[in-house]
């Protein structure tokens, strides 16, 4: 599956779910269904934000992954852990969108992915923005992310609808 695939199932699967469930936060320390797509689409255009970083800046060979990058990159995905950010980088997402907002967001997100897909190859692989953990990328594994990012939710979105039964 790429991005695209991933994101498509995703808003897909947001018309199988009430508003009660969009909401419902199962336990104190979790998030709602409508929380982690929230955080989907957020982290995915803070990616592709980067992708258009990358578009705009001067190639430089000597720009490096972090060891955390080269890993992630080389087994192409996220560890099947719960992962947790810095307190001061881990607000809570957004719980009230109605579920045709996110619906609208997710569209409005695969249409920029597929901006940028169709973009990518256009740009020299040595532009690069920095991510703070996992070091310099190029506008590819900006896309890449997204679709790493989004399939390491699915885990999460299992686990959050095992709630809901």
Not at 92 to 103: A, V
Request: charged share 30%.
């Amino acid at each position: 599956m790429n991005g695209k695939d991933i994101l498509s199932k995703f808003k897909q699967d947001l018309t199988t779910y009430s508003p009660e469930q969009l909401r419902s936060i199962p336990e104190k320390g979790v998030w709602s269904i409508g929380q982690m797509y929230d955080h989907i689409i957020v982290v995915a255009h803070e990616y592709l934000d980067q992708a258009a970083v990358c578009s705009e800046a001067q190639e430089q060979g000597h720009l490096e992954k972090t060891l955390a990058g080269k890993e992630l990159f080389h087994t192409k995905g996220f560890p099947p852990i719960k992962i947790r950010l810095p307190d001061e980088m881990n607000a809570p997402p957004n719980n009230s969108d109605s579920q045709e907002e996110l619906i609208d967001r997710m569209e409005k997100l695969i249409q920029r992915l597929e901006y940028w897909e169709s973009q990518v190859d256009e740009i020299h692989p040595e532009r690069k923005a920095k991510h703070g953990g996992f070091g310099w990328l190029n506008a590819g594994e900006w896309l890449n992310l997204v679709e790493m990012h989004s399939r390491h939710h699915l885990r999460q979105k299992e686990e959050l609808e095992s709630y809901l039964e």
